[in-house]
């Protein structure tokens, strides 16, 4: 059987092309082949995750920081008036490329992008509270 290697592993190792804006030796930033709008980032750990919640605690904070480098050069380079940091971890998310990737989406005024959350949905408090407590547990050492 053959194993198709990942594209994003692929890109960050340097054997696929992409229009790389930033790089260290952990992580890379690089354009998406169909971007959302003008600046629209991907940022990715060079190691392969699947998702979020598969990266170690010990690699989080150079995704994140390169994270805000690379939003950093985007507002200085492009001077949106806003910026959407997104992440999809599944394929109920919308994840389409199994390697954790975080979108960095320059945004403006009237951009066909769009508004990206759906009208809420009120919980009773008796619900709000009930959730709350199996987060707890969860999060309980």
């Known amino acids: 059987m053959i194993v198709r290697e990942c594209d994003f592993c692929a890109i960050g ?14 992580n ?6 169909r971007p959302a709008v ?16 598969e990266v170690p605690d010990s690699a989080l904070p150079s995704l994140m920081q390169a ?13 949106p008036d806003g910026m959407n940091v997104i992440n999809s971890a599944g394929r109920a998310a919308s ?15 009237e951009d066909r992008f769009g508004n990206i959350w759906p009208p809420s949905e009120p919980w009773t408090g008796e ?8 987060v707890r547990q969860q999060l309980t050492p």
Request: no cysteine.
């Open 28 to 33: 890379m930033a690089f354009f998406p082949l």
């Open 13 to 26: 190792a340097g054997r696929a092309p992409a229009t790389v804006v930033w790089e260290d030796g952990q």
């Open 127 to 134: 619900v709000k509270e009930g959730v709350a407590e199996m």
């Open 95 to 109: 994840q389409s490329v199994f390697h954790v990737h975080v979108h960095l989406v320059p945004r403006w005024a």
């Open 67 to 79: 994270v805000t480098t690379v939003g950093r050069g985007l507002r200085a380079a492009l001077n």
């Open 38 to 53: 003008m600046g629209h980032t991907l940022v990715i750990p060079k190691v392969h995750y699947v998702d979020l919640f």
